[in-house]
């Protein structure tokens, strides 16, 4: 069970110049409160908590709330304007109410202040500040996500053969993991090859047939109990060329050097320049395109960032990705990416799937 008592408390006490909170972020008020419906709101004072949601979700809101270890009041509406409505009667006592800025609408804002709540404080990040440190069983959870891409992948990439297409392979993966637990992907499944689609970082797999001699992008995670995992191996179809092994190992080494910088007090932009170093000082910086790496949680893609232009600084217990990756057309794409969480002497790695190699492993023998 995930335990939510206390972090109401944490959320508070991040309170400046506002007595309450208006979470209407669904990832944060699963967070807050253990409840997983598609429509809810959370009021957070200064010693209440209440959950406003509608008619399908009252008795499962209560009773996740419940489970979770959370203190609160379940308050049931009929519909979304009533769900506002009740929402401002709630913040009405309060001098001043902040609302997620990076998550309520104009029209909801508007909706608040003409049912009376005219008190309103933009704030940003409050509970993904608190979100973003994960607790044991958060992490228990993350890591059954990476074990289960791991074993997945492990199944699947002995069949990455000429003929079989993106699209089967990803639907393989997915299959799969859904078969050992998962309660889908963690996001849509990359399945990327050749010169043309492996130089898209986010490309969408389409019926592209895996050919001998070109390389194979795959980036996969799992859901589980609404926790994240993601993972990218780059693999070649047949024997790869001189150039190719290079280029795979200048972003293997340029992943290891982005793990080993990781630890507490450092910059995400440090660990970013770790791996960017190392592939800049071979003449590829142009072809890394993207940041080295995200948190990693409830979303897939949360604080803090290993990207150049991060101001977050690594903590124990945060999750993150290293994913440095080169991608050209007419050559393709090479990534590989684990996720870890800090710990206080540097990381623990979660995903366990082999990168030593570009060459798909044998079948499982088990
Ligand atoms: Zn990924
Ligand atoms: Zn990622």
Redesign the pocket.
């Known amino acids: 069970m995930i335990d939510v008592g206390g972090r109401a408390e944490r959320i508070r006490s991040r309170f400046e110049g506002i007595e309450a909170l208006i979470v209407g972020d669904l990832s944060n008020v699963r967070w807050l409160t253990g409840f997983t419906g598609s429509n809810g709101w959370v009021v957070l004072g200064p010693d209440s908590l209440v959950l406003v949601t509608d008619g399908r979700y009252g008795e499962q809101a209560a009773a996740q709330l419940d489970a979770a270890g959370g203190r609160g009041r379940i308050r049931v509406e009929t519909n979304g304007p009533a769900l506002l409505r009740a929402v401002a009667e709630e913040t009405g006592t309060f001098a001043a109410t902040g609302f997620e800025a990076t998550h309520l609408t104009v029209a909801q804002h508007g909706a608040l202040q003409d049912a009376g709540c005219t008190n309103l404080r933009a704030t940003t990040g409050l509970v993904e500040a608190g979100r973003r440190t994960k607790d044991d069983a958060e992490i228990r959870r993350i890591a059954r996500a990476c074990a289960i891409a791991d074993q997945a992948l492990a199944e699947i990439a002995p069949t990455l053969t000429p003929g079989r297409t993106e699209a089967e392979v990803r639907n393989d993966l997915e299959l799969r993991m859904r078969q050992l637990g998962a309660s889908g992907p963690s996001y849509d499944t990359i399945v990327a090859t050749g010169p043309v689609n492996g130089a898209l970082p986010h490309h969408r797999p389409d019926d592209t047939p895996l050919a001998d001699g070109h390389l194979v992008v795959i980036?996969v995670g799992a859901l589980v109990d609404g926790y994240h995992s993601?993972m990218?191996r780059t693999f070649c179809v047949g024997r790869p060329t001189a150039e190719q092994q290079d280029r795979y190992e200048l972003v293997l080494a340029a992943q290891l050097a982005g793990l080993a910088a990781i630890r507490p007090g450092v910059a995400g932009r440090d660990v970013d320049a770790a791996s960017r170093g190392v592939i800049a000082a071979a003449g590829y910086g142009e072809w890394f395109t993207h940041g080295t790496?995200?948190g990693?949680g409830l979303v897939?893609?949360e604080d803090p960032f290993n990207t150049a232009s991060s101001n977050d600084v690594l903590q124990v217990g945060d999750v993150v990705?290293v994913?440095p990756g080169v991608y050209r057309g007419g050559f393709g794409g090479i990534r590989v990416?684990d996720l870890v969480v800090v710990t206080s002497d540097g990381c623990r790695v979660l995903t366990t799937s082999p990168k030593d190699s570009l060459c798909p492993p044998s079948p499982p023998t088990t």
Do not use: N
């Open positions: 980036d993601d990218t790496g995200h990693v897939i893609h990705t994913e990416e």
